[in-house]
């Protein structure tokens, strides 16, 4: 990362801070050269707090940090996008967000890591991890199965079955996924990858 622009905001630059995963926005605070490296050498999010005239480190009374796990800069370098994995709610309200009502967004990826977990920890009663240990035939199946009943239920005028039908078609696929070690971030690169050649 080049060298940050401090004297454009008189020692302040904006830093956006998202969701590692979700890459939903979190909230946005502001960082002088000191927050800065703070940030980088203790590895959780510090701010300049412009209230108080001091640094801050998010989560210092909480317990909810923000653990850093990537920093970038934009083309000026003058603003900053830090990607985090938050230890619990960000806002002051609560919510995930300091912007929004935590919608369901980009929970997939959420989905993903717990399926990712209780498989790797081999979890003995999850249900999860028992599909993955019979192997691809099965999960296979599980995926054909809810397909047909996604199919059946998309005949019929029930909203509720439908989308619950759906969401077991994504979750079983998942398990698919995590089977043939394919994440799902590498199927949105198949899907952009072909809306760039359409377009």
Not at 46 to 75: H, M, P
Not at 102 to 116: R, T, V
Not at 137 to 155: F, R, S, T, W
Request: some cysteine; glycine content about 6%.
């Amino acid at each position: 990362m080049n060298k940050i622009n401090f004297k454009k905001g008189n020692g302040l630059v904006p830093a956006v801070i998202q969701d590692n995963t979700t890459l939903q926005v979190l909230m946005v605070g502001f960082m002088n050269e000191e927050a800065l490296e703070k940030t980088r050498n203790e590895g959780k999010v510090t701010f300049f707090s412009r209230s108080k005239n001091r640094l801050w480190t998010k989560g210092e009374t909480s317990g909810n940090y923000l653990i850093v796990k990537e920093i970038t800069a934009d083309c000026d370098n003058d603003s900053l996008l830090i990607k985090v994995d938050p230890a619990g709610p960000v806002c002051h309200t609560g919510n995930t967000s300091c912007f929004s009502d935590d919608s369901a967004k980009g929970f997939l990826y959420k989905l993903e890591q717990i399926i990712y977990k209780r498989i790797d920890e081999n979890v003995q009663d999850s249900y999860t991890n028992n599909i993955f240990r019979e192997g691809i035939n099965k999960a296979a199946q599980k995926v054909g199965e809810e397909a047909v009943e996604l199919i059946i239920e998309a005949k019929d005028n029930n909203i509720d079955l439908f989308k619950n039908e759906a969401a077991d078609l994504l979750y079983h696929l998942l398990i698919l996924l995590k089977i043939k070690d394919v994440s799902l971030s590498e199927i949105e690169d198949v899907l952009m990858n072909r809306h760039q050649l359409i377009t």
